[in-house]
């Protein structure tokens, strides 16, 4: 079936650091992803998204890459703050059009000061 | 300004007892999704709207059941909740146009305890 899986559970990084969160997805059918951040105790918020006919997109301090090839997607982080310590998801849609996502395991990052 | 916005917050309901949660939306948007997220877990899918047809996943248990009265509320009612039905229940919204991916926008969540 479809899935959408992160490598890594858990992401420590030191204030000012670039961070790096992989994900893996399995549904060659999914043309948008996209990246949430979910703070303790509320829902999950949206960072930044990506469609298949790109390869890369940036916002303010993030980017996200896509690597269609071997179905890989990545958030990176520039300059990381302790405000940005949470689980991050990833999720794709398997291809619908109307916004249904499946989302991936989350990979907590913590930012020590 | 809120768009997404779930009430109550916290709930506590008895083993057994019946708890409805609730949904509203000022988005206008025409699908509506419920999800369960238990600890340190990724958002489970229970089921969605789209406009007025109702969608449930194949897993998700019978006890748990939908009803959307119109475009701004969405209800999730747990009919007979069991100490396994502890968590957080997220709702969410997109709008649907065909051929393009749409990003959901979630609500803060009901944390529900069962005793």
């Known amino acids: 079936g479809e899935s959408v899986g992160l490598h890594l559970p858990t992401l420590s990084v030191q204030e000012g650091d670039n961070s790096i969160i992989n994900c893996a997805y399995s549904n060659s059918a999914s043309d948008y992803f996209i990246w949430y951040k979910q703070e303790s105790g509320k829902g999950p918020q949206f960072i930044i998204d990506?469609?298949?006919?790109?390869d890369k997109r940036q916002g303010q301090r993030v980017t996200v890459l896509l690597n269609k090839t071997v179905k890989h997607l990545s958030l990176q982080i520039a300059a990381t703050q302790p405000g940005d310590s949470a689980v991050y998801f990833c999720a794709e849609n398997g291809g619908t059009s109307y916004g249904k996502l499946t989302f991936g395991q989350g990979t907590i990052l913590t930012v020590h000061p | 300004d809120a768009m997404v916005i779930q009430n109550p917050r916290y709930q506590v309901t008895q083993f057994g007892k019946p708890v409805t949660l609730s949904c509203s939306q000022t988005?206008?948007?025409?699908?509506m999704y419920w999800y369960q997220q238990k600890s340190s877990q990724a958002p489970k899918l229970l089921f969605h709207y789209y406009d007025k047809d109702f969608n449930n996943e194949a897993d998700t248990p019978d006890n748990f059941q939908s009803r959307r009265p119109n475009t701004s509320f969405c209800f999730l009612d747990i009919r007979s909740p069991g100490l396994g039905d502890a968590a957080m229940y997220l709702c969410?919204?997109?709008?649907?146009?065909?051929?393009?991916?749409?990003?959901?926008?979630f609500g803060p969540g009901t944390r529900l305890t069962v005793t």
């Open positions: 988005l206008n948007h025409n699908v």
């Open positions: 990506i469609r298949s006919n790109m």
């Open positions: 969410a919204t997109s709008r649907s146009n065909r051929g393009r991916g749409h990003e959901q926008y």
